[in-house]
């Protein structure tokens, strides 16, 4: 069960970290502007926002395997419609229906992860899971580019290039992935119909919990706060992976299939293996000043990828991604560690804030039709800015444990 919990995760991290490679195809191949481009991811992440609470209540009611296998379902349905008959509107649609999905999983795979797992090993599961999710994200744009390059030449033997080819419009070649997406998304509802799932007992701390709970929690400014920054990175996450193929191709030349593929595939990559360091940082350093520290060099790259030369933006714009991998699990952390009770609530509250994956880019790109895309992604200053200021109001209860702070714990008093 905790390996099919992984494979969850990496299917999940193959259909949502697609979007920033195929933005320059969706632009040439439908011919729409930079805000009608952003519509596709924003589809995709505003499902965030409206299915995450009822999510919580669903996997209490129904249970994680027939909420999972509608989830998957959810998946299929998206991609094959979008494989089927590709087109800008079909897009929006299918894109909302597998975000919904994905969002249902977020919820339902956690405690089933604890469950499955034994609560003592939550912690290095739930490490190793986002390891994996990392993995597929850094793998997804190389598959794009692959299919890409390749599904127009005759004269192979390969023969998933010979059935995608018979299936795919000839100019959309990018279109063959929403079948590959397709597959895997049958392959795991096979897969979950017939395993056994545990009985998953959440305590009353991980409950979904009630509406009025809901209330008394959006009444507190700080939760509001804390919505506010992990909106604002989740959307700077989005809003940078998804037009940095796009801004290669506008101001360096650079091929958006090739050069543009690889350089968001290394932003996830860096946003992956940036946790390592972040963990040691987190042992030496109060997770507030981390944050800050984090940002700022975020915010110097951004700045470099917007205005330096060609080599050095190709260097920056994945770099973002090394200095933001530990803003989400700090956020995450600071804001639950800042209430004593109704965790599973509050937590449901942040899930939706993922939504600002929807809201930025778009943002980024009506401002890009508008003024240039430069001044778009200049937007992403607000966002990491907004990250950045929680590393001064946050008041946890609880501190992250340091070494130093053991350090003065346990040193006698004289």
Request: hydrophobic share 55%; net charge positive.
């Amino acid at each position: 069960m905790v390996a099919i919990v992984f494979l969850t995760f990496f299917v999940m991290s193959l259909l949502t970290n697609i979007l920033g490679p195929i933005v320059p195809d969706i632009i040439t191949s439908f011919r729409v502007s930079l805000g009608a481009a952003a519509l596709l991811p924003f589809s995709f992440f505003i499902a965030y926002g409206v299915m995450s609470i009822p999510a919580g209540f669903w996997v209490e009611r129904f249970g994680e395997k027939p909420v999972m296998l509608a989830a998957f379902l959810a998946g299929t349905a998206g991609s094959l419609s979008f494989a089927l008959h590709p087109s800008y509107r079909v897009a929006v649609v299918s894109l909302f229906v597998i975000g919904s999905g994905m969002a249902v999983l977020q919820t339902a795979i956690n405690p089933l992860l604890r469950a499955a797992g034994g609560e003592e090993h939550f912690a290095f599961n739930s490490a190793f899971a986002q390891l994996i999710f990392g993995v597929a994200s850094f793998i997804s744009p190389y598959i794009y580019s692959y299919l890409v390059l390749n599904l127009g030449r005759r004269g192979g033997r390969n023969l998933l290039l010979e059935g995608l080819g018979r299936i795919t419009p000839p100019g959309l070649p990018w279109a063959s992935m929403y079948w590959i997406f397709a597959v895997f998304t049958v392959l795991m509802i096979v897969v979950l119909f017939f395993s056994r799932f545990p009985r998953v007992r959440r305590t009353q701390e991980e409950s979904a919990g009630s509406w009025q709970i809901y209330g008394s929690l959006l009444r507190r400014p700080m939760v509001w706060a804390f919505f506010a920054s992990v909106f604002a990175y989740v959307g700077s996450e989005q809003g940078t992976a998804d037009w940095i193929s796009k801004f290669l191709s506008s101001y360096h030349g650079y091929d958006p299939h090739t050069v543009g593929a690889s350089a968001v595939s290394w932003f996830w990559g860096l946003l992956t293996g940036g946790c390592f360091i972040g963990m040691a940082l987190l042992k030496l350093f109060d997770s507030r000043h981390v944050l800050v520290g984090t940002c700022v060099g975020a915010l110097g790259c951004l700045t470099a990828a917007l205005l330096g030369p060609r080599h050095v933006c190709l260097i920056a714009f994945p770099a973002i991604g090394l200095f933001a991998s530990v803003m989400w699990p700090i956020l995450v952390s600071l804001a639950l560690n800042s209430v004593s009770e109704h965790h599973g609530p509050f937590a449901g509250i942040l899930s939706t804030g993922i939504m600002g994956g929807a809201v930025v880019p778009l943002i980024i790109g009506r401002l890009g039709d508008h003024f240039g895309l430069r001044s778009g992604v200049a937007f992403l200053y607000l966002t990491f800015g907004c990250v950045l200021s929680a590393g001064f109001w946050a008041k946890p209860i609880i501190r992250n444990a340091t070494v130093s702070l053991k350090k003065a714990i346990v040193q006698p008093t004289t």
